[in-house]
């Protein structure tokens, strides 16, 4: 008989030496005459025990980790094949309690399954929502996913099934289905860690969609900085094809342009263009990529339909506060003690993931300063952890969820500092289409510089800037660019050399 | 490398995407994997055979941060900059990569994350080898690696 050995192949666990550990553990068993089965999983998305080795024990799991090579040898002593005590021991893994409180929905099944296995998917509970979705009508399909409450998992929040039913009612000769998977966000990682660690479930997604609004064909544009997340979806294309039933997904592999991850641009890209944004209106809904009506959702709003088709809308509906329904896979990254992903429904508050999920700076120092949502999201303070997380909740302090990435900094952070990088990345990316973006990103660097070097009496002018960026941009890139700027002058003007900040009024 | 045989290896990239509509950044990829840069001899040939300006192929190779016209070294090595990455040391990082490969052999090239923004910071190697958390000295041992000295 064989064991059966599960070792991340999700990047993270990679960058930890979940290669190496493999290679030992293979070395280790043939070294004792043992048949040891490696089956590379997704990761459970606790980073600061990966690479976290799971053995197959009767009909459950057993994990240990952080594995390192060297200990190797000493598992083998420990009998860990047979779930055998040792100290890297962590338990059954869904018995640790940062994943016991979580409520995996759209990431079920990563670093469950093989993603490489078809029959893995299928085994746990992959392809119930295509099946029924083919005996359903598209208004139906489309029915049950407005109803479900979801919502664009990319940042913007939009009604999926609303945009669905726009390309529905948008007659065309061809249609198609755009999967966002330019995951640029700082702090990020939800994308990636489904396309690795179960891309079935992805394409399943985009298949409904291709159903509920008679698109044949798609595309996931993918970040070329996820060499391993576009693999692992090579792979499941070549792998489910036909199953997809007539629907051909072709992957794409990104540049390098962080504005491209706005639709836009996304679809110029696409296009064989620069990656340049186009103005809105027409919507893409209605005349997107190739001037034909395209749905463009983010990987985990598609991650999320199967489910929602397989086990109906009331399923995750049930789930969330207000207008803010379902599950989001939060990421608790930069300076956290236990970083990693933590799918749970809205409405804990932040200072729940940050503490009770997070246990604080790994540093050990105080948390001074979070920021919610990617390099355009706002920067908050300790006064403002209490809020709750939902969309609605965020953007009555001026703050937004976005895609759920939050990165931590202690008290050692210089906010100016960061705020300067906010500006600078805006330079950096600015697809310069709009002037506001364009110029307004380089003056605002040079405005922080000289309000660095002494010259308070700028930040009035720093503040107008934003706000010409903000109703002056065509897309988020330049218009949000003012959200960690001005939240990090609001709520740590001391960093700015300013203690009594003069607001909008000439100082 | 005789520029007969740079044309040939171009020619049958864009045959492979012969059939794929917007296939300007698949071809600027294979390019680019091919030589490890995008040489300025394949803008014709791929302006040509996809009907567009040299311009506008000009224009898109040179938008994307991703793709380089000239040759890098032995190694192209990438540090993140990104808030995530910020927030663990990712600033100390990146101005002891730059002494450290201010006289290399190795390419030094900033990333805008790498989806690992719970243990940075992080770099890339290659495109493929990724390695975490990595401190002054980790770095410096991944670099003597990879330049083959000691």
């Known amino acids: 008989m064989s064991y059966s050995v599960y070792i991340p192949c999700d990047a993270a666990a990679l960058a930890l030496g979940a290669d190496r550990v493999a290679e030992a553990v293979a070395a280790e068993a043939k070294a004792r005459d043992v048949a040891v089965q490696i089956i590379r999983n997704g990761s459970r998305g606790m980073f600061w025990v990966e690479p976290m080795v799971e053995v197959l024990v009767a009909n459950h799991r057993v994990a240990y980790g952080p594995v390192q090579p060297a200990d190797v040898?000493?598992?083998?002593?420990?009998?860990?094949?047979?779930?055998?005590?040792?100290?890297?021991?962590?338990?059954?893994?869904?018995?640790?309690?940062?994943?016991?409180?979580?409520?995996?929905?759209?990431?079920?099944?990563?670093?469950?399954?093989?993603?490489?296995?078809?029959?893995?998917?299928?085994?746990?509970?992959?392809?119930?929502?295509?099946?029924?979705?083919?005996?359903?009508?598209?208004?139906?399909?489309?029915?049950?996913?407005?109803?479900?409450?979801?919502?664009?998992?990319?940042?913007?929040?939009?009604?999926?099934?609303?945009?669905?039913?726009?390309?529905?009612?948008?007659?065309?000769?061809?249609?198609?289905?755009?999967?966002?998977?330019?995951?640029?966000?700082?702090?990020?990682?939800?994308?990636?860690?489904?396309?690795?660690?179960?891309?079935?479930?992805?394409?399943?997604?985009?298949?409904?969609?291709?159903?509920?609004?008679?698109?044949?064909?798609?595309?996931?544009?993918?970040?070329?900085?996820?060499?391993?997340?576009?693999?692992?979806?090579?792979?499941?294309?070549?792998?489910?094809?036909?199953?997809?039933?007539?629907?051909?997904?072709?992957?794409?592999?990104?540049?390098?342009?962080?504005?491209?991850?706005?639709?836009?641009?996304?679809?110029?890209?696409?296009?064989?263009?620069?990656?340049?944004?186009?103005?809105?209106?027409?919507?893409?809904?209605?005349?997107?990529?190739?001037?034909?009506?395209?749905?463009?959702?983010?990987?985990?709003?598609?991650?999320?339909?199967?489910?929602?088709?397989?086990?109906?809308?009331?399923?995750?509906?049930?789930?969330?506060?207000?207008?803010?329904?379902?599950?989001?896979?939060?990421?608790?990254?930069?300076?956290?003690?236990?970083?990693?992903?933590?799918?749970?429904?809205?409405?804990?508050?932040?200072?729940?993931?940050?503490?009770?999920?997070?246990?604080?700076?790994?540093s050990g120092r105080p948390l001074r300063a979070v920021q919610v949502g990617?390099?355009?999201?706002?920067?908050?303070?300790?006064?403002q952890f209490d809020t709750v997380l939902g969309y609605e909740e965020f953007a009555g302090i001026g703050a937004a969820l976005g895609h759920g990435g939050i990165v931590a900094f202690d008290d050692t952070v210089d906010m100016a500092r960061q705020a300067r990088y906010s500006m600078a990345f805006c330079a950096h990316e600015s697809c310069g289409k709009c002037t506001p973006c364009r110029i307004g990103s380089t003056r605002g660097v040079e405005v922080i510089d000289r309000i660095m070097a002494g010259q308070v009496e700028k930040i009035p002018l720093l503040r107008q800037l934003c706000e010409t960026m903000t109703h002056g941009s065509l897309c988020a890139m330049g218009g949000m660019t003012s959200y960690p700027v001005l939240s990090a002058l609001d709520s740590f003007p001391e960093d700015f050399g300013s203690l009594v900040d003069s607001g909008n009024g000439l100082v | 490398m005789i520029p007969d045989e740079l044309i040939d290896r171009v020619?049958?990239?864009?045959?492979?995407?012969?059939?794929?509509?917007?296939?300007?950044?698949?071809?600027?990829?294979?390019?680019?994997?091919?030589?490890?840069?995008?040489?300025?001899?394949?803008?014709?040939?791929?302006?040509?055979?996809?009907?567009?300006?040299?311009?506008?192929?000009?224009?898109?190779?040179?938008?994307?941060?991703?793709?380089?016209?000239?040759?890098?070294?032995?190694?192209?090595?990438?540090?993140?900059?990104?808030?995530?990455?910020?927030?663990?040391?990712?600033?100390?990082?990146?101005?002891?990569?730059e002494r450290r490969l201010a006289q290399s052999s190795l390419t030094l090239e900033p990333v805008y994350c790498l989806g690992l923004c719970a243990i940075g910071p992080s770099i890339q190697i290659d495109e493929i080898n990724l390695h975490a958390q990595v401190t002054p000295g980790k770095f410096d041992a991944l670099i003597a690696d990879l330049e083959g000295t000691p």
Request: glycine share 12%; aromatic share 8%.
């Open chain 1, 73 to 362: 040898p000493s598992l083998f002593e420990a009998d860990f094949l047979v779930g055998g005590p040792h100290a890297l021991c962590l338990g059954r893994p869904e018995d640790i309690p940062y994943l016991a409180k979580q409520s995996r929905v759209s990431l079920r099944r990563v670093g469950v399954v093989d993603p490489r296995s078809f029959e893995d998917y299928l085994s746990n509970g992959g392809g119930k929502g295509l099946a029924r979705a083919r005996l359903m009508t598209p208004e139906q399909i489309i029915g049950e996913v407005i109803y479900s409450g979801l919502r664009g998992r990319g940042g913007a929040a939009f009604p999926t099934g609303v945009k669905w039913r726009t390309v529905f009612e948008t007659e065309a000769e061809r249609k198609y289905i755009i999967c966002n998977a330019d995951e640029g966000d700082s702090g990020s990682f939800s994308d990636r860690m489904l396309m690795e660690g179960d891309p079935f479930c992805l394409l399943e997604g985009m298949a409904i969609a291709g159903l509920a609004v008679g698109a044949k064909s798609g595309y996931v544009y993918v970040r070329s900085e996820y060499p391993h997340s576009i693999a692992a979806l090579q792979s499941a294309v070549a792998v489910a094809g036909e199953w997809l039933g007539g629907f051909d997904v072709e992957i794409r592999k990104a540049a390098g342009a962080y504005v491209c991850g706005e639709e836009t641009a996304l679809l110029e890209s696409i296009e064989g263009k620069r990656g340049i944004v186009r103005a809105k209106p027409p919507l893409p809904a209605i005349s997107g990529l190739f001037g034909k009506p395209t749905v463009i959702n983010n990987v985990i709003t598609l991650a999320s339909i199967p489910d929602i088709l397989a086990y109906g809308a009331d399923s995750y509906h049930e789930f969330g506060v207000g207008r803010s329904r379902g599950t989001l896979p939060f990421q608790l990254a930069g300076n956290i003690r236990y970083g990693g992903l933590v799918e749970v429904p809205f409405g804990l508050t932040l200072r729940e993931l940050l503490y009770d999920f997070g246990g604080g700076a790994r």
């Open chain 1, 374 to 383: 990617g390099p355009l999201g706002a920067y908050l303070a300790e006064g």
């Open chain 2, 11 to 97: 020619r049958s990239i864009l045959n492979s995407h012969h059939h794929q509509a917007g296939a300007l950044l698949p071809v600027l990829h294979d390019v680019q994997a091919e030589f490890n840069y995008v040489p300025s001899e394949a803008v014709s040939e791929i302006a040509n055979t996809l009907k567009l300006s040299r311009a506008e192929v000009h224009g898109v190779l040179t938008y994307y941060h991703h793709f380089r016209q000239t040759p890098p070294g032995k190694h192209v090595v990438r540090v993140c900059r990104a808030e995530a990455c910020q927030a663990q040391g990712g600033d100390a990082l990146v101005a002891h990569a």
